[in-house]
């Protein structure tokens, strides 16, 4: 047995390495086949076929901060804002319920025109309507208070991307103000809130290193999310980060199925970024360990102003012929899409 095979399997049985096993693994030159093969036979065996849908509503593309790798940051005055009412986000839910969707994602930039009482009078809409739907947020940083809110208002998840677990690489891709400890103890007060939560970070994004990637690893093994949350980093032409290269699909997809291997009940979606970096990219994802996908059940006219990166794929389709063709595209990598609130199946063996 090679020394890459040795170590698949016994992140395989073990769901864990040394930082150093880690790295060979992350820096190997050799294709990733059994590493793949490794992670989709323990995804099968806790999931099956399922892949289970949550139906994103980009409901605002205002935010007040100033991320260096985002295409909404609020230094951007390329892009046409716009908000969507709450009659708008009821009716996008309505769409979604009608095709089968039995999770809402709320998402949207930091923007402050949505205060907690407007947040929470949406969420009690939302609740009230669909009783059996997951509803999840995805509205950045706030304060423990504002989350107990939400909580309290009916929101089941949250999702909030960590970006990178080093403090001086979240230096370098984010301004003065924002501050990597804030966002961890956010994640921690949803955990203890009682929220499903959802981390996760950008693969082969500026200054990125395998050590840094091996951070983000075990900054996720103590925190212990249910959803985790991965795509290549892809410049927008009008950040400071405009010029800088795009994240791999190869690196993404070894590092997806890594996940897998640690984390193995997580809840890992296969990527708009993943499907944008390559026509096949989410089939690949699903192959690769992922068990979700996150379709866009935003109107369209407004989808294309949602633009985190540049050349994002299903800007253009309303939510039936987004439902439609990721179907198609999980049925045809060998899955099956379910009618479901996808919670995570819990084995006790995440470390
Ligand atoms: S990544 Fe999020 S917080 Fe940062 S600018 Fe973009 S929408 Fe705002």
């Known amino acids: 047995m090679t020394e890459k095979l ?3 399997r016994r992140l395989k049985d073990e769901h864990d390495l040394s930082d150093s096993e880690l790295k060979k693994l992350i ?3 050799e294709p990733d086949a059994d590493l793949f093969r490794a992670a989709d ?3 099968r065996s806790i999931y099956g076929e399922d892949v289970y ?8 593309n205002f935010c007040k901060n100033n991320c260096y790798y985002c295409g909404i940051r609020r230094d951007n005055r390329r892009v046409e804002r716009y908000r969507l009412t709450d009659d708008q986000i009821l009716q996008c839910c309505e769409a979604g319920y009608s095709l089968g969707y039995r999770t809402f994602v709320l998402q949207g930039g930091e923007d402050p025109y949505y205060t907690d009482d407007r947040i929470c ?3 009690e809409k ?14 950045g940083e706030k304060s423990r208070e504002s989350y107990q809110k939400y909580f309290d208002a009916g929101a089941d998840r949250y999702l909030l991307r960590h970006e990178t677990a080093d403090d001086a690489l979240y230096r370098r891709w984010h301004p003065e103000e924002m501050d990597l400890s804030n966002r961890k103890r956010c994640l921690f007060d949803l955990k203890e809130i009682g929220y499903q939560v959802g981390a996760g970070f950008m693969v082969g994004a500026p200054y990125q290193t395998t050590e840094h990637l091996i951070a983000d690893l075990r900054f996720l093994q103590e925190l212990d999310p249910d959803m985790i949350g991965i795509g290549p980093f892809i410049h927008h032409v009008d950040t400071p980060f405009g010029d800088q290269q795009s994240g791999s699909l190869e690196m993404t997809l070894r590092m997806l199925s890594i996940l897998r291997l640690l984390f193995p009940d997580a809840l890992i979606p296969s990527t708009t970024a993943l499907g944008t970096i390559d026509p096949q990219g989410r089939e690949k994802g699903f192959q690769a360990g992922a068990n979700v996908v996150m379709p866009n059940i935003t109107p369209a006219n407004v989808r294309e102003l949602y633009l985190l990166y540049d050349e994002k794929i299903c800007t253009g389709e309303d939510a039936f012929q987004c439902r439609g063709c990721l179907e198609g595209r999980v049925f045809g990598a060998g899955y099956r899409m379910v009618v479901s609130r996808g919670d995570r199946i819990r084995q006790g063996t995440a470390k």
């Open 6 to 8: 040795e170590l698949i």
């Open 27 to 29: 820096e190997s030159p």
């Open 41 to 43: 036979e323990l995804r």
């Open 53 to 60: 849908i949550r139906g994103i509503v980009e409901f605002t």
């Open 121 to 123: 009078g949406l969420l």
């Open 126 to 139: 939302i609740r009230a309507a669909y009783p059996d739907c997951a509803i999840t947020l995805s509205i």
